[in-house]
């Protein structure tokens, strides 16, 4: 976080403190996972039925993870010109995020392919991306399918862009690797916020 904060973000950083609050966004193509992982997170239960539920527009819901209250925005993945939440309200739903989790399906390529294009537009909105932004993690979903993304591009991705914490693979349908990603976001979100309490000078 930049030394200088204007009011609404003192006003931010107070309330995530006192609160122990994080904001959390999930962001990528439609089918890929995010509102099941959202879902696994309110409810504690994995993908079972397959039936598609389009996210209409955008959800916000709210879950304990480690101790922490968390606040997870979830937006569709359809991206028709000027009819998904980003167009409208970026404000709304990146100012005062967090954590970002970029979700691609590890069975299909496209929405791998198009993570960069997410992640482009996420970045333009960050006036000083370098020192005042939220945590990146990107995470391949449905480990259980047949693959058409392979680790090393995952892999590859998150050094060439230099950005994110972490790259994850795991299966909301078999549970596979959800506990261990779980676990790293939860000693991050410990060491947030131990950071959060030193900028305000606690
Ligand atoms: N096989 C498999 N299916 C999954 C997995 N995660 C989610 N799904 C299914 O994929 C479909 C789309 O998931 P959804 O969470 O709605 O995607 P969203 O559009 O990114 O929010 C649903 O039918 C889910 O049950 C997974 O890890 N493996
Ligand atoms: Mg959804």
């Known amino acids: 976080m930049s030394e200088k904060r204007n009011h609404t973000e003192d006003y931010l950083l107070y309330l995530k403190i006192t609160k122990d609050l994080f904001k959390f966004c999930v962001i990528g193509d439609g089918g890929v996972g995010k509102s099941t992982f959202i879902n696994f997170l309110t409810t504690g239960q994995l993908a079972s039925n397959f039936k598609v539920t389009r996210t209409p527009y955008i959800n916000i819901d709210g879950c304990k993870l480690g101790g922490h209250t968390i606040q997870l925005y979830d937006l569709a993945g359809q991206r028709r010109t000027d009819a998904h939440p ?92 959800v506990e261990d990603f779980l676990k790293i976001l939860c000693d991050k979100l410990d060491e947030q916020f131990q950071n959060l309490k030193e900028i305000a000078g606690l």
Do not use: A
């Open 86 to 177: 980003l167009d409208h309200m970026q404000n709304v739903i990146l100012k005062g995020t967090d954590i970002i989790l970029f979700f691609f399906s590890l069975e299909n390529l496209e929405s791998f392919i198009n993570i960069k294009k997410w992640y482009e537009e996420i970045k333009i909105f960050y006036k000083d991306w370098e020192n005042d932004r939220p945590l990146l993690f990107l995470i391949g979903n449905k480990l259980d399918l047949p693959r058409n993304v392979e680790s090393f591009n995952g892999e590859e991705l998150v050094e060439r862009m230099n950005d994110f914490e972490v790259y994850h693979e795991i299966s909301l349908f078999s549970g596979k690797n």
